[in-house]
């Protein structure tokens, strides 16, 4: 490790109001080999139905217990973790050891948003921990960009272990999990993702931060931070619904991940009231996304 992954690992708690962080080279990784250190045989795990493989994949390789309750539905939620408390490891007649909840904070397939708030409150009801995956929805919800827990006005102290990816808002790659620096600590000392893999890159480590400070307002400039990818979607849907379809290209169909373009096919039905009705919408949803260009001229 170098002192730019300790400088980055310090920036990670600031972001997301955690006391300590560990990153990692790789985001699935993150999940798989870090959920293992975290709970075992004696330990119950309860998932969201449509969690990533990742957190499906470092569930089972902990060894403990899973049950999963219907996708972001909290009476399930609910229903699932009363039984557990009422009765215990079935096996040895024990109240389990832990009970962690599982859960990512937007779903990226279905487009759903945890309800985070009512897990927070089952989570203390029934005194589990919670496990929350902000992979797209760190840097990309709230108020300042800091995921669910700014989306919703809730303190990260009220989630036990925050992890989130850089391949998303980021730009970049690997992953992190934020939490205690009790947690930090343990994890640091028996995840197979620090004893076994390499570093985090120092080029990729930097792009983190440098996208990350431009989030916080703190890289000296008034640059806006955006996923181009993301901007070329949105872009796409809010014109879509005008009645407007386009083509969308990005990366690396055109040479950089800073760029975006929409194809525009014309034929000789479209009238010059229609074109013009593209050229406005065009301009309106450039302004609003901040996508156009510098030299940009009406």
Partial sequence: S?????????????FVGKP???????????????????????????????????????????GATIRVFKHNDMKSLESVLREAVVKGNPRRHRPWGK???????????????????????LKKKYKALLYLDEAHSIGAVGPNGRGVT?????????????????????????????????????IRGSSHS???????????????????????????TDEVYADFISVSSALYRELLAKKIALVGVTYPVIPSFTQCRFRICLSAGHTREMLDEILDALDEQGDFARAKMANHRK
């Fill in 99 to 121: 009970i962690l909840i599982i859960v990512e904070g937007v779903y990226s397939m279905e487009g759903s948003v945890l309800r985070l708030p009512e897990v927070v409150a």
């Fill in 194 to 220: 620090a004893a076994y893999a390499s570093s985090m890159s120092p080029p990729v480590a930097m792009q983190v931060m440098s996208s990350m400070k431009i989030i916080m307002g703190e890289d000296g």
């Fill in 20 to 62: 300590a962080a560990m990153v990692f080279g790789m985001g699935f990784a993150t999940n798989s080999t870090n959920i293992p250190t975290l709970v075992g045989k004696k330990d119950l795990i309860i998932s969201d139905a449509l969690n990533h493989s990742s957190l499906v994949t470092g569930a089972r390789l902990s």
């Fill in 150 to 186: 700014d989306y919703f006005g809730v303190d990260p102290a009220d989630v036990d272990i925050m992890m989130g990816t850089f391949t998303k808002s980021f730009g970049a790659a690997g992953g992190y999990i934020a939490a205690t620096q009790e947690i930090i600590d343990h």
């Fill in 2 to 14: 170098l002192a730019l992954h300790n400088e980055l690992e310090t920036l990670v708690a600031r």
